[in-house]
């Protein structure tokens, strides 16, 4: 039989709390309250280590960039409809990141991220840009990260890709793909913030299964901005009129 895991004993490495003590990874929180600043300061916790400075640059434009993309995001549209039941502002947050985190939502910058790192294990990126991005349309597939159904061109990617982060390889092929993207689509597909961000987190050192960790972070203050300007000043239990309602019959389910 496997053993039951035993609740009365936990270790972390996050935080130690002793009598008049916490400390952050080891630093004394007081010291992180007095000179800290917020990037450095959620680097250390979620990551471990102080960040150089490109690391840090690259978490504080992820995530300012990720912070809201007004109602018309399915993620904010989900918090605000909740908080319109007059449930609390956390929750409607929840309710939020549960949307954004799907791939064709907020995902999407794992899914570039995932692309990215396959590209950069080849011998020749530009090759490699190719073969990925050829791949995916013999498939039908969409490449995460490209086109937008508002934006000709994301006004957030070019702060994203001039972040100060050392290392530009994933940045790079994130331009190899848009050119090879174009190319083989025939279709003016430029490069959003989902790419941007992935690429430039990627570079600043964070793994793939990081990515939704920190955009996510970003969207919950956004979501808790309109959460609360919902609670605020709309009135309570957003619905679709009953006219608005197409019903579809069972019999012409079958039929289509």
Known sequence: MTPIPDLSSWSTSITDVEDSSIRYRGVPIEDLIDDGDLATTLWLVLFGGTPGTGSADALRRALIAALDHGVSAP?????????????????????GLMAFAGPAHGGAA????????????????????RDVVRRLLDRGDRFPGYGHPYHRRDPRVPALMSGVAEDRTHRRIARLCEAALRAESGRDL???????????????????????????????????AHAREEL?????????????????????QEEA
């Open 190 to 224: 430029r490069m959003n913030a989902d790419a941007a961000v992935a690429a430039l987190l990627l570079d600043a050192g964070l793994g793939t299964a990081d990515i939704t960790l920190v955009t996510g972070l970003g969207r919950a203050f956004g979501l808790a």
């Open 232 to 252: 605020m000043g709309e009135k309570p239990f957003r619905a679709p009129s009953l006219d608005t309602i197409r019903f579809v019959s069972p019999a012409k």
């Open 75 to 95: 993620s904010t549209l989900v918090a605000r409809v909740t908080a319109s039941t007059r449930s609390a502002v956390p929750f409607a947050v929840a309710g």
């Open 110 to 129: 794992e899914g570039a991220a995932n692309l990215f790192v396959e590209i950069a294990a080849s011998d020749d990126h530009e090759t490699g840009a």
